[in-house]
């Protein structure tokens, strides 16, 4: 498990990454590169989905975002399930996939148990 100032990862137990943003984050740049060097300590640097519990973010900024798109870099990521259920975080989900285009599948849905389904139906874990 890797905890940040932001951020809290773990391996699933199904073999996909979990992050869940913490209550009121304001998420910048390091914010981001700090926890996707945990996610790729945590994989091994083999290939992955990751689940985004983006459902208490308060704000992230462009340079977050662009980051997470994941443009330029090779991700080790498969797909990406990212769960909302506020106004807020259906404006940053939508946000990042409109303006963002992630190189991988990225979807967002209004529970975990949704987006587990997605990640177990359509990419075997």
């Known amino acids: 498990m890797f ?12 073999g996909f ?17 700090e926890n996707t060097e945990a996610v ?9 989905p990751i689940l985004v519990n ?14 997470f798109s994941m443009r330029g870099r090779k991700p080790n990521v498969i797909c990406i399930a990212m769960v909302v259920n506020k106004p807020v975080s259906m404006i940053v989900g939508n ?6 285009k992630p190189t991988v599948p990225t979807k967002l849905f ?4 949704s987006a587990e389904k997605w990640i177990m139906e359509e990419f075997g874990k």
């Open 3 to 14: 905890e940040s100032r932001v951020f809290m990862t773990k391996m699933d137990d199904r």
């Open 17 to 33: 990454i979990r992050t869940v943003v913490k209550p009121g984050s304001v998420i910048e740049l390091k914010d981001a590169q």
């Open 40 to 48: 790729i300590r945590i994989s091994g640097g083999s290939n992955f």
């Open 54 to 67: 983006l459902t208490e973010i308060k704000y992230i900024s462009k340079e977050a975002r662009d980051h």
């Open 95 to 100: 946000f990042f996939l409109g303006l963002n």
């Open 110 to 113: 209004v529970s975990e148990k």
